[in-house]
T-cell receptor
Framework: DQQVKQNSPSLSVQEGRISILNCDYT??????FLWYKKYPAEGPTFLIS?????DKNEDGRFTVFLNKSAKHLSLHIVPSQPGDSAVYFC?????????????FGKGTLLTVNP | DTGVSQDPRHKITKRGQNVTFRCDPI?????LYWYRQTLGQGPEFLTY????????KSRLLSDRFSAERPKGSFSTLEIQRTEQGDSAMYLC????????????FGDGTRLSIL
């Protein structure tokens, strides 16, 4: 039973445009959410996180939005760059932070075309 | 900060053999996590430690799997009597308790069962 779902296996955007990656979750106990980026042959790299007490968190070109009523979060990358091409994983945790097991989605492959 | 280190990067073995992987977390990180990732899936939680204490094990961790962190620093994950279904990427992550730091991942050990 997938508690964290990334329904788009892939996404292709033009350099300079906005990339929007989506994630849905089913477990209402999740209260902390993270996005990781993964290049081939490397481990996941942390990008940005958001607590359930917020609805938006911004870090440079990356913004994460959380809609708790819809159990939906999204990652916006503006402007997109070719170096952003990677697999993006959405992850969730139940205990208000990163000090507990993470539940991951299946990932979305983002391709940014020059 | 030298990052999370995992050894070996690749392991190829015959079915029925035992294998052991090592993870060296970032120094002073007292929490250490093991995840497994198969093709087309996100990482799945296996177990985690706080210092030398193993606090939780997933039901994915059958009796053939054992993890240790004897001195609260590096950790080992052993798989006995390997099966075809054990082929996966085994990822280790670490962070500091109560710091709300994200989990930092190593580059993983890819296990292939012949």
């Amino acid at each position: 039973d997938q508690q964290v779902k990334q329904n788009s296996p892939s996404l292709s955007v033009q350099e300079g445009r906005i990339s929007i990656l989506n994630c849905d979750y089913t477990n209402s106990m999740f209260d902390y959410f993270l996005w990781y980026k993964k290049y081939p042959a490397e481990g996941p790299t942390f990008l940005i996180s958001i607590s359930s007490i917020k609805d938006k968190n911004e870090d440079g070109r990356f913004t994460v939005f959380l809609n708790k009523s819809a159990k939906h979060l999204s990652l916006h990358i503006v402007p997109s760059q070719p170096g952003d091409s990677a697999v993006y994983f959405c992850a969730a945790s139940r205990r208000g932070g990163s000090n507990y097991k993470l539940t991951f989605g299946k990932g979305t492959l983002l391709t940014v075309n020059p | 900060d030298t990052g999370v280190s995992q050894d070996p990067r690749h392991k190829i073995t015959k079915r029925g053999q035992n294998v052991t992987f090592r993870c060296d977390p970032i120094s002073e990180h007292n929490r250490l996590y093991w995840y497994r990732q198969t093709l087309g899936q996100g990482p799945e939680f296996l177990t985690y430690f706080q210092n030398e204490a193993q606090l939780e094990k997933s039901r994915l961790l059958s009796d053939r799997f054992s993890a240790e962190r004897p001195k609260g620093s590096f950790s080992t994950l052993e798989i006995q009597r390997t099966e075809q279904g054990d082929s996966a990427m085994y990822l280790c992550a670490s962070n500091r308790d109560n710091s709300n730091q994200p989990q930092h991942f190593g580059d993983g050990t890819r296990l292939s069962i012949l």
